[in-house]
């Protein structure tokens, strides 16, 4: 049985929680179930080492972390396996997803943070100093297990903070084997990993003796997290909800745009929080793009392990699932659905990938997120219009502009009240590039070096310089 990481050892528990696959609905593991006890030993752990790792120059603090980027890359085939049986994707995805966790460790791992002189003159000096906050709590959902937790991992140690880490509970194994791979190259009680339910996150976020939470998860969670870290003014991170919207302008080449336009929106079957969830197309093109989208749907293929033809997996578990067949149910009565909707029979939590046409803003598909592979395509006429609708949305991280015209496509993307708004692309994530939140997605920024700063406190040295007395007369 995998075991988690707690200040240095490997640590089982007498309790213990089943691991579901998703392509079959059956056990495939089964993994520590974390105590209160187990959270305040880690945290405990976590809290004593940083007294050390603070000032450990940032170079051997980079050298951790790339030593740690080196044990991804060479058990990426295991953590890409370990990624497949709990997720359910394509081995592909899975591993792509390993790559990027790479990356991501290896950014982190060159970054350091030397004082920056506001202002010198004869009479003062002015520093600028970024100083780590403590210990980290990390909350991490299970649609990007290695992957978001890397992006966590490597700018709190960077920085000089420890972290515990508290997976989400139906994808714990790969964070696991992470787990293992790195108890050999961490110093005790700088990364912690303790699994359990969401009443282990609820228990991290409200202990005192953690200085930031950084989560990645569902609105109304975040208000919920919010909300605990309040009483001690914990610094928060929230990656939450998006409802990315793209825009195709008129001028747009269908041929040229479409596999992009489908890549965006059903990559990790529609599973991820910065892909298409509502495509508006202007009228000039709409057919031709509803066309060419469920034409691509319908060739799509559903697979499990094994299976060569596999393109997309399941729904990652039961209570998503449920949801996303609401929103398929409620998508059949609102538009009309040209693609998929017939959800297969026998195991496993598979939707197929479907698109919806003929369907408005102020339905649940096209204003909520359904997290799951169905795409609505709305249809406008005026550009100033449809940048107000998309703005409409309480959501704000991601969004896309489609152009044969990047000028122009750059013009209505100033106007697009999200976090980043990309052109001709979508979802294209770069350590080197910073990922903020807006609106009701969250709070502060991962990625870049504003990802880095996010895991720091400032503080301001100013210095009087001596002065010089002028000699007696």
Known sequence: ????????????????????????????????????????????????????????????????????????????????????????????????????????????????????????????????????????????????????????????????????????????LTALKFAELIAEICPAGVVNIVTGGNDLGAALVSHPDISKITFTGSTETGRKIMASAAPGLKRLTLELGGNDAAIVLPDADIKQIAPGLFGFSFFNSGQVCAVIK?????????????????????????????????????????????????????????????????????????????IVRDIKDGTSLVDEEPFGPILPIIRYTDVVDVVERVNASPYGLGASVWSANTDAAAEVASRIESGTVWINQHCALDPLVPFPAHKQSGLGVEGGREGLYAYTALQTVNIAKPQKQEAAA
């Open 278 to 354: 509502r495509l508006y197309v202007h009228d000039s093109l709409y057919e031709e793009v509803c066309d060419a989208m469920a034409g691509m749907a319908g060739m799509a293929t559903l697979g499990t392990e094994g299976d060569p033809a596999m393109q997309f997996g399941p729904v990652q578990n039961k209570t998503q699932y449920e949801k996303v067949l609401q929103f398929l149910d409620q998508a059949k009565r609102d538009g009309k659905v040209i693609a998929g909707g017939a959800v297969p029979e026998g195991p496993g939590y598979f939707v197929p990938l479907t």
């Open 1 to 172: 049985m995998p075991e988690m990481l707690i200040n240095g050892q490997m640590v089982s528990t007498p309790s213990t929680r089943d691991v579901i696959d998703p392509r079959t609905e059956t056990t495939i593991e089964k993994v520590p179930e974390g105590s209160q006890s187990d959270l305040d030993t880690a945290i405990k752990a976590a809290r004593t080492a940083w007294a050390s790792w603070r000032n450990q120059p940032q170079d051997q603090r980079g050298a951790i972390l790339k030593a740690m980027a080196r044990a991804v890359a060479d058990n990426a085939e295991e953590l890409a396996r370990c990624l497949v049986l709990e997720t359910g994707r394509p081995l592909a995805v899975a591993q792509f997803e390993v790559g990027l966790a790479e990356q991501y460790l290896s950014f982190y791992a060159i970054q350091t943070l030397e004082p920056e002189v506001l202002t010198e003159d004869e009479t003062r000096r002015v520093e600028l100093r970024r100083k780590p906050l403590g210990v980290v709590g990390a909350i991490i959902p299970w649609n990007a297990p290695l992957y978001l937790m890397t992006n966590k991992i490597g700018p709190a140690l960077a920085a000089g903070n420890t972290i515990v880490v508290k997976p989400a509970p139906t994808t714990p």
